[in-house]
């Protein structure tokens, strides 16, 4: 139940209450916000068999009471190889989805492939390229699928944490979103549709060695690497689609998924094992980086406007994978009616331009954009707050059995628990989130909590055991 939100049940006897806490509809610039910064999410290893830290950064909105914020997690664009959770694409967005009362957790992922054992491009007379840009040309198609995929497993793996520190900050564990741009919307569209582990692509699986060295690409390594570390060429079984991360009993399940100017690589609609997440999709159709059509990653560019007659040393992007941009998910769900509620925003802006900086490849309007995706959402949200929005990091076996009654209450609320060796404490907190008591059960199961000198109104009891979980339960105490 979102905080701003009462049961039909309490509606008639806490009217001037209820009327004190609008609804808000998530779809209009309220609040200021504040920026959470490098909070450690997990560990995983990256390519070249080295372990990765990641972090995340979570804007929040400033001045708002809701303890049942709707959270979208953001995933950054550089082709695999650059960028962070702080990229101009990122900064474009986020802080437009906090100020209209979401939380949005910008997150970094595991970067890097296993560079072309070719040339790239000449980057001192290229002017194209820098000598990182050249990190691109990836020994064979196969490592960006594998990039994808470890990009989508890290993803999944940062919204199952988030969801376990729900109370912390705020949010609704079934109004979670995902969005991403350029390389991170293909990480975002694999995580919010590849449900089931027969969807895994063959790349993902072990393969061969990848080739090298010599290598006159062997410098991107230190890109991705620390300094002097060992580099695996072995490409191992990359797992589950779930990756190892957070693995805390909550799923990654999502209840909408944002694509600005990313693709897929197949069809990822085909084997939905259960409701599909909604579906926003933004392209120009100028895009070079990933067409709004069916082409190779790069490709366009590359034969378009990057010396398409070799002159300069700039080598073409010739083992990209196969990619569908916005224009070919579109015929994709229509063609094939799939129940998805999807809705599609293509910049119609002409056919290829190399004059544009990037070529087609950017957000047209992010604030537009986030506007339209808000009211796309808004319903949702909406209907998800009114089913239940309580925040639970899950025990079963000690939570399972947990009832708090009576609600409303006036000057004892019962507890009734499963026994448990652990202490529990609980916490009564007011919606803005201030403790107002606290208590410690003893043994047993069965509790009285004296409330007589607590004011009437909607209120929180979190339950907690020391490193292990907790449970937070809305409340409402009667004058």
């Not at 906090?98 to 949005?104: I, P, W």
């Amino acid at each position: 139940m979102n905080v701003i939100t009462i049961r039909l049940l309490f509606l008639f006897a806490f009217l001037p209450f209820c009327e004190l806490m609008s609804q808000n509809s998530y779809t209009e610039v309220q609040y200021e916000i504040r920026v959470d910064t490098s909070i450690y999410y997990g560990t995983s290893v990256n390519y070249a068999g080295n372990p990765v830290d990641l972090f995340l950064d979570i804007y929040k909105p400033v001045g708002d009471d809701n303890r049942f914020r709707p959270l979208v997690v953001l995933s950054f664009g550089g082709a695999w190889i650059a960028g962070d959770k702080r990229n101009s694409d990122v900064l474009s967005v986020a802080p437009w989805f906090a100020a209209r009362g979401y939380a949005v957790a910008a997150i970094d992922y595991r970067l890097g492939f296993h560079p072309s054992t070719g040339s790239g491009s000449n980057w001192v007379t290229c002017p194209a390229v820098t000598e990182e840009s050249n990190c691109v040309y990836p020994a064979d198609s196969n490592e960006v699928i594998r990039a994808i995929y470890r990009g989508m497993q890290d993803l999944k793996g940062a919204i199952r944490f988030l969801k376990a520190r729900s109370a912390e900050d705020s949010t609704c564990i079934n109004n979670v979103f995902i969005a991403g741009v350029s390389a991170g919307g293909f990480n975002t569209i694999a995580a919010g549709f590849l449900d089931t582990e027969s969807e895994k692509p063959a790349a993902a699986y072990e393969l061969p060695d990848a080739a090298g060295p010599p290598n006159t690409l062997n410098y991107c390594h230190n890109y991705f690497n620390e300094n002097n570390a060992a580099i695996s060429r072995s490409r191992p079984d990359l797992g589950s689609i779930e990756g190892d991360i957070a693995l805390n009993g909550y799923t990654a399940e999502v209840k909408g998924v944002v694509n600005f100017i990313g693709g897929m690589i197949s069809d990822y609609f085909a084997l939905e094992s259960g409701p599909s997440p909604l579906f926003y999709t933004h392209h120009q159709t100028s895009d070079l980086i990933v067409t709004c059509n069916r082409s190779p990653i790069l490709s366009s560019l590359s034969y378009t406007c990057l010396d398409p007659f070799g002159f300069l040393g700039c080598n073409h992007i010739w083992n990209m994978p196969r990619a569908s941009g916005s224009c070919d998910i579109l015929n994709i769900l229509e063609q094939n009616n799939y129940p998805i509620n999807y809705m599609d925003v293509i910049s119609q802006t002409g056919g290829p331009n190399c004059l544009q900086d990037p070529p087609g490849h950017s957000i047209v309007s992010p604030q537009t954009r986030v506007q339209e995706i808000s009211q796309f959402f808004s319903q949702t949200i909406m209907q998800n707050e009114e089913d239940g929005c309580e925040l639970t990091t899950l025990n079963p076996e000690v939570f399972s059995e947990l009832k708090i009654y009576p609600n409303p209450a006036k000057g004892i609320i019962n507890i009734s628990i499963k026994a448990s060796d652990s202490p529990i404490t609980v916490e009564l907190l007011e919606i803005s989130g201030r403790l107002v008591q606290s208590y410690q059960l003893p043994s047993g199961i069965n509790h009285e909590l004296n409330i007589s000198e607590v004011n009437a109104g909607l209120y929180f009891l979190k339950l907690s055991q020391p490193n292990l979980s907790s449970v937070v339960k809305s409340i409402v105490i009667k004058p």
